[in-house]
């Protein structure tokens, strides 16, 4: 079982939609959580950290739960250009600096 | 202006030849990383430097042998190619080290094909 597990969809939804990707992470241990956004062929970026409390940043929300040890990330009011690759990213507390990545849930938004 | 520039972006290369690839940060960061990206889109690390010094080191073949000449430069040399090596190699750097250094920069990536 990997450490970071995404669905790799494809997620295909038109403009203007509301769509949430979940990612679980399996090592309790872990302290620190981002979403990273991969274009086509392109590197990855930082998008987003994510907190307990939530964390919004204009159309998307990503939120924490330790407890059942997911995270999301909620995209509002889609766009052509959200489409992308979105990487859950995990830092486990004993390794500094490494991060952990699932394997990238895949959006296509269509007109 | 280049954040993390990699070179080259594209290498087509027969099964038991040796290869590097270049990564240069113009940041100011003190750390720079290697990831592989396979064709299942897995993006995994493979070496860290922090100033020069090794301090991750995942479970690679040591075919693979990345060289810090300074903290801006990290190479990655591969001997005797094989086909499994075929993926995208991907640089980064950060701030430093340190569990807080989440935001990493990468380069641009590099396709290696291995025939």
């Known amino acids: 079982r990997k450490e970071v597990e995404q669905d790799p969809g494809p997620f295909n939804v038109p403009e203007g939609a509301t769509v949430a990707f979940n990612c679980t992470y399996s090592?309790?241990?872990?302290?620190?959580f981002f979403w990273y956004r991969q274009d086509c062929r392109k590197e990855p970026k930082l998008l987003m950290s994510?907190?307990?409390s939530g964390n919004e940043d204009g159309r998307f929300t990503a939120q924490l739960n330790r407890a059942s040890q997911y995270i999301s990330l909620l995209i509002r009011d889609s766009k052509l250009s959200d489409s992308a690759t979105y990487l859950c990213?995990?830092?486990?507390?004993?390794?500094?600096?490494?991060?952990?990545f699932g394997q990238g849930t895949t959006l296509q938004v269509k007109p | 202006d280049t954040a993390v520039s990699q070179t080259p972006k594209y290498l087509v290369t027969q099964m038991g030849n040796d290869k590097s690839i270049k990564c240069e940060q113009n940041?100011?960061?003190?750390?720079m990383y290697w990831y592989k990206q396979d064709s299942k889109k897995f993006l995994k690390i493979m070496f860290s430097?922090?100033?020069?010094?090794?301090?991750i080191n995942e479970t690679v073949p040591n075919r693979f042998s990345p060289k810090s000449p300074d903290k801006a430069h990290l190479n990655l040399h591969i001997n005797s190619l094989e086909l499994g090596d075929s993926a995208v190699y991907f640089c980064?750097?950060?701030?430093?080290?340190?569990?807080?250094?989440?935001?990493?920069?990468f380069g641009p990536g590099t396709r290696l094909t291995v025939t």
């Open positions: 994510v907190y307990s």
């Open positions: 430097y922090n100033n020069k010094e090794l301090i």
């Open positions: 940041l100011g960061h003190d750390t």
């Open positions: 980064a750097s950060s701030q430093d080290g340190t569990v807080s250094s989440y935001e990493q920069y």
């Open positions: 990213v995990v830092i486990r507390a004993s390794n500094t600096g490494k991060l952990i």
């Open positions: 090592n309790s241990a872990s302290q620190s």
